[in-house]
């Protein structure tokens, strides 16, 4: 069974640093199964939005809003995919999310930073940013 499991989001004053991550279990994060990953968030009123994926060959695609400021990546020791995330802000706040793209490999990671081919969603994991 394909799981995956968020955790490192917490309290954090404005310009901190975070480390995410999202443990998989039933599949490799390192394998052509896990080809398109990403990590997604929410706040309360707004829609799920896209922060970063990953595709194959370790080629990465940031929404605007991260600026420079999060690093996307995959740990094939711990099997997990991280979110390093730097420079936050109050507006950064919210549930953090990660996804597994699974349609047919051709098309995984071809619909830009749309949220909707993602699926096997976590329960995600609450990042406070705030002094």
């Known amino acids: 069974e394909v799981q995956l499991v968020e955790s490192g989001g917490v309290l954090v004053q404005p310009g901190g640093s975070l480390r995410l991550s999202c443990v998989a279990s039933g599949f490799r994060v390192t394998a052509t199964y896990a080809s398109c990953m990403g990590w997604f968030r929410q706040s309360p009123g707004k829609e799920r939005e896209t922060v970063a994926i990953?595709?194959?060959?370790?080629?990465?695609k940031y929404a605007d809003f991260v600026n420079g400021r999060f690093t996307i990546s995959k740990d094939n020791v711990r099997n997990t995919l991280t979110l390093q995330m730097d420079s936050l802000k109050p507006e950064d706040s919210g549930m953090y999310y990660c996804?597994?793209?699974?349609?047919?490999?051709?098309?995984?990671?071809?619909?830009?930073?749309?949220?909707?081919?993602?699926?096997?969603w976590g329960r995600g994991t609450q990042v406070t940013v705030s002094s």
């Open positions: 996804a597994i793209d699974l349609r047919p490999e051709e098309f995984r990671c071809s619909s830009g930073l749309a949220t909707t081919p993602f699926s096997n």
């Open positions: 990953i595709r194959s060959g370790g080629r990465t």
